[in-house]
């Protein structure tokens, strides 16, 4: 009895020490304040606003909606593609939304998706590596890549930005054959970088203080974007509740590149950020993916 008593415990102290932690944020999204309300739910529970969380893993690759309703209903579906979530993330595969799960969907991410080869038959995962590639492996051709910042929101100027993303771009640079060269405003460039809020013509739409940080996308399209509502840190103070840009920068030139989600938490491809921490250097992991995509 004792002992789970105090299991018991300590599990709603957990709890309550993470709802605090969530109320601190400031910026946290609705989506993630949503999240309190499934706690424990499981296949049969119907809870308004659980379509929110099938948004949340279709988003991601998890399971394809396939042009139906989403409803509330806790449904086969949902399970599974929550058990497909929890193996990526290496949690517990329960298949409901335990305390775990709910803690990982809460921090904020990268807004690309995990998987790209779902098929009918669910998910399917490569197991030999970490790191991952974009479906049908896009590459850019060439090894030299000109840039250039355009914004449709004002977050930093230009001249701020411009050392945070020559530092983001040399990470990739000492690691591979390519380079970098910033161009003028008017001319063609094979990467455009900026920051945008809300819908920004490409939908993919942010999502205001919250959940979704950034995304880019896949060779040779060249686009990253930043969510210019984040409360982006552009000095090397980043304080408890801000995003540290160059930290998210270096992730989202790896989409650029070509490389997917890593699974290794300590990888800079790995999708998830957590506010407050400085996380630029290269693992072990993002060097491999980018030689594996690279290598001929
Ligand atoms: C979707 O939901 C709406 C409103 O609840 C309903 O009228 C419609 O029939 C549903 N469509 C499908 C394909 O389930
Ligand atoms: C961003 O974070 C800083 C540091 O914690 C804080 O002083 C500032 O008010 C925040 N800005 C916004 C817009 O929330
Ligand atoms: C932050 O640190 C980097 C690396 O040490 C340095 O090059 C850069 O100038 C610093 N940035 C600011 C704004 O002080
Ligand atoms: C994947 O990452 C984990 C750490 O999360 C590590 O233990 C494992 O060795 C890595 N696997 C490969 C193939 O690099
Ligand atoms: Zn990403
Ligand atoms: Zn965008």
Redesign the pocket.
Known sequence: MAPKLSHHIILEALFLLFLIQALFV??ESQFSKSLRLFHEARKGYTIEGLNHVKQYLEALGYYSIGGSNLTDDFDDSLESALKAYQQHYRLEITGRMDSDTMKKMSIPRCGVRDIFDYSNDGVKFITVANYSFFEGMPRWNKRQLTYKFRSSAHVISVRRLRPIITRALQKWAVVSDFTFREVRFFSRSDVVLGFHRRGHGDNYPFDGPGNVLAHAFAPQYGKLHFDADE?WSSNNLT?F??IDLESVSIHELGHILGLGHSRDPDAIMYAYYMPGSIKRDLSQDDIDGIRALYSH
């Open positions: 400031k910026s409360n304080r509740n801000q």
